[in-house]
């Protein structure tokens, strides 16, 4: 059983940066697409990254953040990273890492088999 633990939210103005961390509890992370979705309170949880296991497939980002986030992994530390800029006061939520036991990225919060515990991005007007 894969654990995943989320870290790096906080507090930031309109306009600032985040980078949220996720660390896989072992290597089989390495051939696993991930993903970070988010929840607002009283919202369904909803996609917005996610990175294949293997480069020659695609990597996905939700219209509402495409040209503002970025989602990278490293493999050598575990690790996959949800770089932030230019936040709105829209993005906040709880945003939750997740794994599929696969290769290709999703969109859809069902086809993935781990999750993080979340981290709370708080964004002030």
């Known amino acids: 059983q894969v654990q995943l633990v989320d870290s790096g939210g906080g507090l930031v103005q309109a306009g600032g940066s985040l980078r949220l961390s996720c660390t896989a509890s072992?290597?089989?992370?390495?051939?696993?697409?991930m993903g970070w979705f988010r929840q607002a309170p009283e919202k369904e949880r909803e996609f917005v990254a996610a990175i294949p296991g293997a480069s020659r497939y695609s990597t996905y980002y939700a219209d509402s953040v495409k040209g503002r986030f970025t989602i990278s992994r490293d493999n050598a530390q575990n690790t996959v990273f949800l770089q932030m800029n230019s936040l709105k006061p829209e993005d906040t939520a709880v945003y939750y890492c997740?794994?599929?036991?696969?290769?290709?990225?999703?969109?859809?919060?069902?086809?993935?088999?781990?999750w993080g515990q979340g981290t709370q991005v708080t964004v002030s007007s």
């Open positions: 997740a794994g599929r036991r696969s290769d290709l990225a999703s969109m859809i919060k069902s086809a993935y088999d781990y």
């Open positions: 072992d290597g089989t992370f390495r051939s696993y697409a």
